[in-house]
């Protein structure tokens, strides 16, 4: 059984930065295309950012494109998500999953394993 664990969520003013780690261990993780996810109340979760394995393609969702980066550290089995210039609406439950190897990059359907989430507060 794959287990993700994310950090680095919590409370940053508007206008701030904020960076994400979600660490991959255990089961038949083979350190594949990841994918970070998020979930605003009352909001469907959607897409943020995904990145391949070898960290030579990355993907974001249109609205966020300029304000997130995604990387990755193999050694480490970790994906990071950089946030910059965070607003109120990007206040979420943020995810890191796993990609099965199958779909779009950018469709929930497309993942298999998922982490419990981080909280992100950004604050006018």
């Known amino acids: 059984q794959v287990q993700l664990v994310e950090s680095g969520g919590g409370l940053v003013q508007a206008g701030g930065s904020r960076r994400l780690s979600c660490a991959a261990s255990?089961?038949?993780?083979?350190?594949?295309?990841m994918g970070w996810f998020r979930q605003a109340p009352g909001k469907e979760r959607e897409f943020v950012a995904s990145?391949?394995?070898?960290?030579?393609?990355?993907f974001y969702a249109g609205s966020l494109k300029g304000r997130v980066i995604i990387s990755r550290d193999n050694a480490k089995n970790t994906v990071y998500l950089q946030m910059f210039s965070l607003r109120p609406e990007d206040t979420a439950v943020y995810y890191c999953?796993?990609?099965?190897?199958?779909?779009?990059?950018?469709?929930?359907?497309?993942?298999?394993?998922w982490g419990q989430g981080t909280q992100v507060t950004v604050s006018s």
């Open positions: 255990g089961g038949t993780f083979s350190g594949g295309a």
């Open positions: 999953a796993v990609y099965r190897g199958l779909g779009s990059l950018g469709s929930l359907g497309s993942y298999d394993y």
């Open positions: 990145i391949r394995e070898g960290a030579e393609s990355a």
